[in-house]
């Protein structure tokens, strides 16, 4: 049985071919991500509710959303919501009895295994957050860094209910003194034959993060997808996708970061030239964003007259304060209004410009700054992986007005 969104209606089945797909607007995307698509293979059928006409399928378990896409609403949907998954998904049986899922809490005062069923009795929490891939913009690097060529769409504003970290860990004692770091492990099934440290996910990150994390068993009012987590999640507003563990089955409080090959090595902002390593800062907490939605490099020429600029600003770990919108490549800025509801610190905000464009070429971007005073900046970090970027000038439209 296909694990489905209940909102969702199953229409979207997955048999087209390359040549549809770019027939369908892939041809407007960078060559290394019409290439990808291209090699692609029909989608597995746990993802055969995805919307094809909102995304980019680059591989049978990367898929990005449109930058068109994304719309005028907060919410991301789920059938729209991009796909990245370190390791195959599990088997569909793991969300037949979701209540049953297991999850092992240790470093706590009293250690002890509970079912999503007793954490459903804990407490309860939803949250909107902004969802991203540490590689989303690596499209843009001109190093060209191995791993998928996404643009903007490797992100989501997406609502999660759950237990919070903090009753779970308050129910069992408290965590253990010493313990600095909260280390989750996710479930998935890992190949016989290799050392489980080489390829199991784990990551660390800071104990204090527990504070706004959620042992999340919902996504957009329906039970998470098996695509992406189900039947449990750990959320941690503010940092990347990579650090919302999948298919949790441990949440530890450890006194060091995790020594598993995905946390010590993998995710680090490595210099270019060199080779990753535990020294090197690891992805983790987001920085302030934002980027252009429509006008779309997807919509090809557009006549003369007035613009509705719009688009999404986070702040990562903060609100975000205001959007300027630039027509001229960063020349001269105007600022934006931000508009829909504010769903907290850690969603997107939507914005808008109107703008009266004349015959012409413009290079239309935008530039945010979050309540803790930080601008987006100008230029990408450079860093071997293609990671964390949030260049204002790399995420620029360009805009065609005849």
């Known amino acids: 049985m296909i694990d489905t969104p209940s909102s969702l209606p199953r229409r979207h089945l997955l048999t087209r071919s390359a040549t549809a797909l770019a027939a369908a607007g892939l041809a407007t995307w960078s060559h290394g991500a019409m290439a990808q698509a291209a090699a692609a293979k029909p989608l597995p059928t746990d993802l055969a509710w995805k919307d094809l006409n909102s995304v980019i399928v680059h591989s049978g378990n990367t898929i990005e959303t449109k930058r068109g896409a994304f719309g005028t609403s907060v919410i991301t ?13 599990p088997d569909a049986s793991i969300v037949a009895d979701r209540d049953a899922w297991v999850l092992t809490l240790d470093g ?12 459903k009795t804990m407490g309860l929490e939803t949250v909107a957050m902004v969802l991203q891939c540490s590689g989303n913009g690596r499209g843009f690097f001109p190093s ?9 769409g490797a992100a989501g504003c997406v609502v999660w209910s759950g237990v919070p970290v903090r009753e779970v860990v308050q129910a069992l004692g408290g965590v253990s003194p010493g313990m600095n ?5 996710g479930g998935e099934k890992l190949p016989a034959g290799l050392d489980p440290k080489s390829i199991i996910v784990e990551r660390s990150v800071p104990a204090a993060a527990m504070q706004d994390a959620l042992l999340a068993w919902e996504m957009n009012g329906a039970p998470i997808p098996l695509a992406h987590g189900g039947p449990l999640r750990l959320i941690v507003p503010g940092f990347t996708g990579v650090n919302s563990i999948k ?4 949440l530890a409080f450890t006194a060091k970061e995790s020594d598993a090959r995905i946390m010590a090595h993998g995710y680090r902002l490595t210099p270019p030239g060199q080779k990753a390593d535990p020294s090197q800062p690891s992805v983790q907490e987001m920085s302030v964003k934002s980027w252009v939605n429509s006008p779309s490099p997807d919509d090809g020429a557009h006549r003369e007259g007035w613009m509705q600029i719009n688009g999404v600003a986070f702040g990562g770990m903060h609100a975000v304060k205001g959007v300027e919108v630039s027509i001229d490549g960063g020349k001269t800025w105007q600022q934006a209004r931000l508009v829909g509801p504010d769903l907290g610190k850690y969603a997107w905000r939507q914005f808008v410009l109107p703008a009266h464009f004349a015959r012409g070429n413009y290079v239309v971007t935008s530039r945010a700054t979050d309540r803790a ?7 990408r970090g450079e860093n071997v992986s293609g990671y964390n970027n949030a260049s204002w000038q790399d995420h620029a439209v360009k805009v065609s007005v005849a």
């Open 77 to 89: 949907p789920a059938d729209q919501l991009y796909i990245r998954n370190n390791l195959p998904t």
């Open 373 to 379: 005073g930080n601008v987006q900046p100008e230029t």
């Open 181 to 185: 770091y909260m280390t989750s492990t």
């Open 144 to 152: 060209k860094p191995s791993g998928t060529g996404w643009t903007v």
């Open 247 to 250: 298919y949790v089955k441990q």
């Open 108 to 119: 706590v005062k009293n250690p002890r295994s509970l079912t999503v069923g007793d954490l």
